[in-house]
């Protein structure tokens, strides 16, 4: 049997439930490395290497600059990944390795004493983390057959909510200030568990070696107006994200007025996981039978709401309640969007090229919302606007994804 046979077959298969969690496992990995690292540990490590006055611009600048490195790896790893002929097949080394690169960035972050090492250490990991998550999201395309592309997305948006729920429980007891390193062990554990699962059980091929060289580049890629608008809307969702995500916790310990940061964030990101987790798995299969758009607009308005009422009304309990509309939006919009990306792919053979290529819609946004946030925070909390400013951007980012994503013309 030839590989184009065996990828044929790959795609006629209907997936059982053990299948989608074998393929999903690694997100639950990816996330429980992501959850707590940027809304907690992350600020963390900041404060204790930076002066307070200047605490926002240097959080900002550590993850800008190791984001940086990652929106340039993910669509290059994507790209080399596509064309891999290793007998482990087109997905696995860079799964693998990518995690072992990041699990040695991980390990070291800790151990470091100036805000240069930290910033080092940080783009081990991101560099790590593309590289593998690059290759990862070439699976589901690769295996998905196109009737059950909702129902994946369900169950990635449904891993993904695990993850970092599990993340954030993990770091409510083992993350204090001064005490991060148990964590970042648990965290490189359980992204090499996940990545060597992901290698054992799931299927893989080396790229046909009569596949030729596409000539459309990254940069045509995104001359499919559909994939445009879909990279964009995607860009606009994911600056709010990232713009809440870093520096919530400076929020609440400087704008509530909490000492107990990490807690506090920690049970306001529990929460908001709490509504993510009721609306991933049901909005993904819902997807499929009524469309995409409508659930990633109706998504994207929630969390616009979510982010207003962190500048009208900057109370506890009103931050606790809004974390409820918040989740359920992001839980919607991660499960849905990922089954609209796989709709609207350009080139069908280079799908982990492509999805590199909308990997940096979310990249590119990483590197940009901590930037722009500890600007916007350095010069406007002199006059009381620092943190209004931020969420106002959030707000404003995720109205303008609500509306556009209605552009994508191909797809429900």
Known sequence: ???????????????????????SIYWFSLNFHWGAML?????????????????????????????????????????????????????????????????????????????????????????????????????????????????????????????????????????????????????ALVLLLGAAVTVWRVPDTPAP???TSSRMSWIDSLRNPDFLWLSITRALVMLALYAMVTFVAYFIRDR??????????????????????????LAGALSDRIGRKGIVSVASLAMAVAFLFFVVAPTWNVILTVGVLFGLGYGAYTS????????????????ARDLGVWGFSSTLPQTLAPLIGGVLLYWLAPVGWGYSGIFLLATLSSLAAAVLVWRIRSVR
């Open 209 to 211: 070696e009569h596949q």
């Open 336 to 351: 849905v969007d990922w089954a609209l990306a796989l709709d609207v792919l350009p080139d069908k053979n280079r799908v």
């Open 1 to 23: 049997m030839s590989l184009m046979q065996e990828g044929a077959l790959l795609f006629e298969k209907t997936l059982s439930t053990r299948d989608h969690l074998n393929l």
């Open 39 to 187: 809304a907690v540990v992350l600020p963390i490590e900041v404060l204790g290497r930076s002066p307070e006055a200047s605490k926002g611009l240097a959080l900002g600048l550590v993850a800008g600059v190791g984001s940086l490195i990652g929106m340039v790896a993910q669509p290059v790893a994507g790209a080399f990944s596509d064309r891999c002929r290793h007998r482990w097949g087109r997905r696995r080394p860079f799964v693998l390795g990518g995690a072992l690169i990041n699990a040695a960035g991980l390990l070291w972050m800790p151990r470091t004493t100036s805000l240069f090492a930290l910033a080092a250490a940080f783009v081990l990991v991101q560099l790590g983390n593309n590289i593998s998550g690059a290759a990862y999201q070439g699976y589901i395309p690769d295996q998905v057959p196109s009737q059950q592309r909702g129902k994946a997305s369900g169950y990635m948006g449904l891993m993904s909510m695990l993850g970092t729920v599990s993340s954030f429980g993990v770091a409510a007891l083992l993350v204090s200030p001064g005490k991060t390193s148990p964590f970042y062990t648990i965290l």
């Open 256 to 281: 509530i007025g909490l000492p107990n940061f990490v807690g506090a964030t920690l049970v306001v990101s529990s929460i908001a996981l709490g509504g993510s987790l009721a609306s991933a798995l």
